[in-house]
């Protein structure tokens, strides 16, 4: 591990630990913006890490900034640090200055359409599921200018909003943009060409994944030593060890694909795109999650069911992100379709030369 | 808290000529190697191949001059990754390399080492492993054979079960009492390295259920082994076990056993379009290069010498579960049945690996040891 990654991990773990709790994760379900919790994520430079130097930010790499978001996800952080870090990044590789604020982003439905009149740019249309589109101060959307994918920033205030949420009660809501103007519009560059945000969408979902199953073993862990049944505690049965061996597995298997997929996109410039990577990333992570939820849950039995234990914040966000920018058999298709097309023979030469 | 650190290793620069130069090599060797005797992967002997693999000097590449060339172990993990992906016959040579060597060198003597590791690395001297018994498989604390002191050697009397290619190899590293009894446990145990060419030795050869013979039983008569071929202390052969058995958890041969039946799965589907296969196939690879990272991973943490026992665990314990799935997701995907005389070359690969992969979770540590070693790892025992 690197001393940035070091740091990182430290940093994150001792602030996301004192800022949240049980209480705030409840409040938040019930959509109430923490904003404190966002102005110290904010004045610790957490949103501008991935961001270019000369825009503020920090220029920290993707593998390093995974310990960002790998610890959000062990913490349930219930605000959209990785949606702005992404789009703050994916500003700053287009060379544009990201601005300071929550900023959100929709890539996995059909793209806005750009209507242009008088040298302008207007935009009218519905995007929907958009990560705390009612608390962001602005959105970074796909769109198409005729028949050309660009993507366009907007001011999230100008849209009328209807409130939704994912299962873990993060806010997803639908925004409508009435003849809106864009703050910017971004011609995709070529680094980036093969590689749209939905990618970098799932890449993000994977890290957070493999946060949320390391906090599941932990809970699992700690609660299994002090539980006691028939005299003793729970962990010292076979039966419990065993399944809690099996997610240890899975938890160091979702990590390790996220970390591939990380280190893949500090690697933009592959002409060749880094969806194999995440792909990877996505259907380990989200299968890992699936395996983790249900052995948390069978694991603590009837307490980790009740709203009171704080089990469930993380395992429906694992239903939740493993859904959200690609399902496992999404991206298996995808990847799947791509390993055919290769050739049966080719694989082994194809795994070896990307990793 | 973290219970397992693995760090993505990144390979060292000019791995990719050290690649190149074993697939030629394969190309060139068993270029006409036929796809079903690929998919037997590592259990399939030839002692031909194995001296030419050190003829290259890529036996041994890891172990200092002048038995090796003190080559990195992410070299060599090239090399086996390659010869494992091609499905390249490696038994002859695979314990003794993988196993038997590693443990000369850090416990033998100079004798010993002088003695028996050139052979090793030249490909021509195969060793196998004794350590199950009839009555003690999981529980290897419980073994029966025993060896009586002798004036300057041991008296060796007892059987050993299930050791592979025993009928064709030249030693046997056994793990034996020297004292006490079985109630002692863990205590009295040594390494004795046995040549299997000495008198009072009966191999017999066992059928597995595919019909092949791999393993075998090997019974030890009032079987003399001097001195000079203890391994290590006399009473340390627990530690020494435990420690030899790190070597083989977390290598390449633990999640592509199976990867000749993959790759002629994916052949089944060219230029066809199915959705069910593209997901079934997209998964697997998924798994596959996660795996691959893992093992790598320890690979690089070994190379520091510490030793990530439950890691490496935690990897036989998925790539096991990798490889059976293999066959599953075979015959769910395409309606034709195992056929090992007939079949086409996809039918033969699934109807070995079908049936072999049932002894994957077996072999080196069943799935349930494996998973009270790692629960051990995480503190639950």
């Known amino acids: 591990m690197t001393e940035i990654s070091k740091t990182l991990a430290e940093t994150c773990d001792r602030l996301f630990s004192n800022l949240i709790n049980n209480d705030v994760l409840r409040e938040t379900e019930l959509a109430v913006w923490p904003d404190p919790i966002w102005q110290q994520i904010e004045e610790n430079g957490l949103t501008f890490a991935m961001v270019n130097e000369n825009h503020g930010g920090s220029g920290i790499k993707w593998i390093d900034c995974f310990q960002i978001i790998y610890w959000s996800g062990y913490y349930s952080v219930p605000v959209p640090l990785v949606e702005t870090m992404v789009s703050s990044w994916f500003l700053s590789q287009h060379n544009q200055a990201p601005p300071k604020g929550v900023i959100t982003f929709f890539c996995d439905g059909k793209p806005l359409d750009l209507i242009e009149s008088n040298n302008s740019y207007k935009i009218s249309g519905i995007i929907e599921r958009i990560p705390w589109g009612a608390s962001a101060d602005y959105v970074l959307a796909e769109a198409y200018n005729s028949n050309k994918q660009v993507y366009v920033l907007l001011d999230a205030k100008k849209s009328k909003i209807v409130k939704d949420k994912n299962i873990s009660g993060e806010s997803r809501d639908s925004m409508t943009f009435d003849k809106a103007s864009p703050m910017t519009v971004i011609d995709i560059s070529d680094a980036f060409r093969s590689n749209s945000l939905l990618v970098y969408a799932a890449l993000a979902r994977s890290v957070q994944m493999s946060g949320g199953i390391s906090a599941i073993l932990d809970n699992c862990i700690s609660y299994s030593r002090e539980r006691e049944q028939f005299g003793q505690p729970i962990a010292k049965f076979q039966a419990i060890q065993h399944q809690l061996a099996i997610l240890a597995a899975e938890a160091a298997a979702a990590k390790i694909a996220s970390q591939i997929a990380c280190r893949a996109a500090d690697l933009i410039d592959v002409s060749s795109g880094l969806e194999f990577e995440v792909a990877t990333a996505k259907i380990r992570a989200g299968e890992s999650a699936g395996l983790a939820a249900s052995i948390g849950h069978q694991v603590h039995g009837a307490i980790g069911f009740t709203d009171e234990y704080s089990l469930h914040y993380i395992t429906r966000r694992l239903w939740s992100w493993r859904s959200e920018y690609g399902s496992e058999s999404y991206w298996a298709r995808r990847m799947g379709k791509e390993v055919i097309a290769g050739g049966a023979d080719n694989l082994w030469a194809d795994i070896t030369a990307r990793l | ?381």
């Open chain 2, 1 to 381: 808290m973290q219970a397992f650190n693995l760090d993505l290793c990144d390979l060292p620069p000019g791995v990719d000529v050290l690649r190149e130069e074993v697939r030629s090599f394969l190309f060139e060797t068993l270029g006409s190697y036929s796809k079903p005797n690929r998919a037997r992967s590592w259990s399939a002997f030839d002692a031909d191949f194995s001296g030419r693999l050190g003829d290259r000097g890529w036996l041994g590449m890891t172990w200092p001059e002048p038995y090796g060339s003190s080559r990195s172990a992410l070299e060599r993990y090239i090399v086996i990754e390659e010869l494992l992906a091609f499905g390249a016959p490696v038994a002859a040579h695979w314990i003794g390399e993988r196993q038997s060597g590693p443990l000369l060198l850090r416990f033998g003597s100079d004798k010993q080492q002088e003695k028996l590791l050139p052979g090793i690395a030249s490909g021509k001297s195969f060793f196998c492993i004794g350590m199950s018994e009839p009555n003690s498989g999981s529980d290897l604390a419980s073994i029966n054979t025993h060896a009586k002191r002798d004036n300057d050697g041991w008296v060796v009397n007892g059987q050993k079960i299930w050791t592979t290619y025993a009928q064709k190899c030249h030693y046997m590293i056994a793990l034996v009492r020297t004292s006490g009894s079985v109630k002692d446990r863990h205590d009295g145990l040594s390494q004795l390295i046995i040549n299997l060419r000495d008198p009072g030795i009966t191999i017999s050869p066992i059928r597995n259920m595919i019909g092949d013979k791999e393993f075998n039983e090997v019974k030890f008569d009032n079987v003399f082994v001097s001195d000079s071929m203890l391994v290590g202390e006399e009473g340390n052969g627990w530690q020494q076990v435990i420690a030899e058995l790190a070597f083989e958890r977390s290598g390449p041969d633990r999640f592509l056993s199976a990867y000749r039946l993959m790759v002629e799965l994916i052949r089944m589907f060219h230029k066809t379009e199915d959705k069910h296969a593209e997901v079934a196939i997209g998964r697997l690879t998924a798994h596959l290069v996660t795996l691959r990272q893992m093992s790598l991973a320890v690979a690089a943490v070994l190379e520091t010498g510490e030793q990530p026992t439950i890691e490496a665990t935690v990897i036989k314990d998925l790539g096991v579960a990798f490889e059976q799935l293999i066959p599953e997701i075979a015959h769910d995907l395409i309606n034709v049945a195992p056929n090992i005389l007939h079949g086409s070359d996809y039918e033969k690969s699934l109807a070995y690996i079908q049936q072999a992969c049932v002894s994957f979770s077996l072999r080196g540590g069943t799935t349930e040891i494996l998973r009270s070693v790692i629960a051990r790892g995480l503190g639950l025992r």
